[in-house]
């Protein structure tokens, strides 16, 4: 870094030693400008964090490049201009705030809502951490204009995060999204107003939550069944976060009476000491919980990610070996189970629908239009599945909506992915294939032979620095203006460019190119938005005529993969 540069960076880190900012924060700014290694100074300053379109995510710390109690109340005051300018036809303007289990996260909520007050807002402060599908549906229950969860969901423990809701309870989509970041960049300290309201702060407590319980345990569709195995042994673990208390009273509330603990991992912590990542995407995060259930000689094993909005589960195979089901298993065992009950029931209606994003698993659309319901894709990003529901909640009834990175929302309640009421649903399931002399892994592998093997993977090519950028978009529009004709000996039948508008998709635009073969191979490839790398999602379909075809069908699907990421060059 040039000398210039380096000097504006400092007499920026000089700013942070007025009186305007905390002792703490000065005292820590001074140490990193007397530091010879000038690298974590720059680091934390060279930038704003940015305002996303999801709200703020980053390392916690001094500086205008993390998240701390000033670039906070940057974001917060910004959102409270943004809504006293769009609700200022109401008497009055009320906000839900909710935080997890991560360092600082309660310091971080306390003064989102004494900035939201100091504007005249009311607020709703939870009294301990909560799961974030319980914010979305407070932000409903009690009619408010917006919500704020501190959360950096399943990122590392460095990270915290300040993620924002509307008056349905889903996230921000256009066109608030945007005019909410333009806002947001352009507060100053000075337009901050600390001048907190402690009469317009109310506390939310275990009324919500026990409304919560009451509504999601509505949603079961087997009861009875439920009864009969009401002993079966469920592990859960929390990974240190908020379900620790909320997902076994609501497994408790669906019937299950055997939820088996984690001590370790019940303890709330956002140091998360008990795993190098608290994310249920990685497998070494259920170690400990499947280790339990080898102990106990458990049915199923479920963990939910730090914040509670992600749902991972473990079941033993034919072999009885425990293995990780990923988010498009989850998603296809999901849609067929509520499709399965409601057929059974003859409650399936015209007008039912599910959403899934565009990179999930195309399983899931044969299965819906087998039982006559209609079926939305949207971008990835679980706010998109929501914007869905705001669009058809007059019109149509929605039935259940997934990703494939363990997100699934089986209520219409909630408007974002939903952990605690997945897990009750993965519990349910479960049951239901006990009792019909099933294990979870034996209904997926049916599932399978009636409507063809898919196997889904997701691999990522990082490029780095600025060169690596280049790079990327260089890629990315050489798959557009050289599109391939085939793929792994397969012929490109059709070729989807979500820079363009498509019929029943968001009225906006995503960077992502996908590709279809003739052999039913999907393969989704976009940049990502906060990473250096492009993502590979690839999909392979094969027609099995049994379960004891699903070992060559997987050694074929493997097969295609690998000519797969020899194509792309991402071996």
Request: charged content about 25%; proline content about 4%.
């Amino acid at each position: 870094m040039d000398d210039g540069l380096l000097q504006n960076i400092q007499s920026k880190a000089r700013e942070w030693l007025s009186e305007n900012y905390d002792i703490d924060t000065r005292t820590k700014v001074q140490a990193l400008l007397d530091n010879p290694d000038p690298t974590e100074l720059i680091d934390a300053f060279y930038r704003n964090l940015e305002f996303g379109t999801g709200g703020l995510r980053g390392v916690m710390g001094v500086g205008t490049n993390r998240m701390n109690i000033y670039t906070v109340a940057a974001a917060t005051q910004g959102l409270a201009n943004y809504l006293k300018r769009q609700f200022k036809q109401l008497p009055t303007i009320c906000v839900v705030i909710g935080y997890d289990c991560r360092n600082n996260s309660q310091l971080f909520a306390q003064t989102v809502a004494d900035i939201f007050s100091a504007n005249g807002i009311h607020v709703y402060l939870f009294d301990d951490l909560r799961p974030t599908p319980e914010i979305s549906f407070a932000i409903r229950t009690l009619g408010c204009q917006s919500g704020v969860i501190i959360t950096a969901s399943h990122n590392p423990k460095e990270y915290n995060g300040f993620k924002t809701y509307w008056d349905d309870g889903a996230q921000i989509v256009p066109p608030h999204d945007t005019l909410i970041i333009e806002e947001v960049n352009n507060i100053r300290l000075a337009d901050i107003n600390f001048r907190s309201r402690p009469d317009l702060i109310h506390t939310l407590g275990k009324e919500i939550d026990d409304e919560y319980i009451h509504r999601v345990s509505s949603l079961s569709l087997s009861p009875t069944l439920i009864r009969r195995h009401s002993n079966m042994k469920i592990v859960y673990t929390p990974i240190h976060g908020t379900g620790v208390y909320l997902v076994p009273n609501t497994l408790a509330a669906f019937g299950f009476t055997n939820i088996i603990h984690v001590p370790k991992q019940d303890v709330v912590s956002g140091d998360f000491p008990t795993v190098v990542s608290p994310n249920p995407e990685d497998p070494k995060a259920l170690e400990l919980a499947i280790q339990r259930a080898k102990e106990t000689d458990a049915d199923l094993v479920l963990a939910t990610d730090p914040d509670g909005d992600r749902i991972a589960a473990a079941v033993k195979d034919n072999d009885d070996k425990w293995i990780v089901l990923n988010g498009n298993q989850a998603a296809i065992l999901f849609t067929w189970y509520i499709l399965e009950r409601r057929r059974s029931l003859k409650n399936l209606r015209k007008t039912n629908y599910f959403v899934k994003t565009i990179v999930t698993s195309e399983i899931i659309r044969k299965i819906a239009e087998k039982n006559g319901v209609r079926i939305f894709d949207v971008f990835t990003g679980f706010k998109w599945i929501g914007d869905v529901m705001r669009r058809y909640e007059h019109s149509r009834v929605y039935l259940g909506g997934g990703e494939e990175s363990f997100g699934f929302l089986w209520e219409d309640f909630v408007r974002d992915k939903d952990g605690v009421s997945a897990a009750a649903l993965y519990a349910e399931v479960a049951a239901w294939a006990k009792h019909h002399r099933l294990t979870l892994y034996q209904l997926l592998q049916r599932i399978y032979v009636n409507f063809g093997y898919s196997k889904e993977v997701g691999i990522s090519l990082v490029r780095k620095g600025k060169a690596g950028a280049e790079e990327i978009t260089q890629l990315m529009k050489s798959y557009r203006s050289n599109p391939p004709l085939e793929i792994a000996g397969s012929r490109v039948i059709q070729i989807k460019d979500y820079t363009l508008l498509f019929p029943d998709m968001p009225s906006s635009t995503s960077n992502v190119i996908q590709y279809f073969t003739e052999n039913g191979t999907k393969i989704s490839v976009r940049p990502s938005g906060t990473e250096p790398k492009i993502k590979f999602y690839i999909e392979i379909h094969t027609k099995i005529y049994s379960v004891d075809d699903i070992p060559d069908a997987e050694t074929e699907a493997l097969n295609q993969i690998n000519h797969i990421r020899h194509f792309f060059s991402i071996d």
